[in-house]
């Protein structure tokens, strides 16, 4: 079955970064849009950022400029590099991926930004 798998996830200092990696199985990978999307407790789970098939991305204006979303189609992989966290930025983050009907979740991974 279809299989997207984040890992990266952890606790880091206010001013650190993580990289987010998202590993797929059992889809065309490169027709995909991938998205990052996150959860705070309490709070609905939002858009962080994506790309699409052709390479173009769209950010949360809470992320411009500090996080960074590409794609390897060779690995089948999406990446988001996390730099200047902010505690704001805690939360689950979820690797998403669209094409048409087909919608497919990874599992999560938590990122807590604390000192």
């Known amino acids: 079955q279809v299989q997207l798998v984040e890992s990266g996830g952890g606790l880091v200092q206010p001013g650190g970064s993580l990289r987010l990696t998202c590993a797929t199985s059992r889809i065309t990978f490169r027709v995909y849009t991938m998205g990052w999307y996150r959860q705070a407790p309490g709070k609905q789970r939002e858009l962080v950022a994506a790309?699409?098939?052709?390479?173009?991305?769209n950010y949360a204006d809470s992320v411009k400029g500090r996080f960074t979303i590409s794609r390897d189609n060779a690995k089948n992989t999406v990446y988001l590099q996390m730099n200047s966290l902010k505690p704001e930025d805690t939360a689950v983050y979820y690797c998403n991926s669209k094409y048409y009907t087909n919608d497919y979740w990874g599992q999560g991974t938590q990122v807590t930004v604390s000192s």
């Open positions: 790309i699409t098939s052709d390479g173009t991305t």
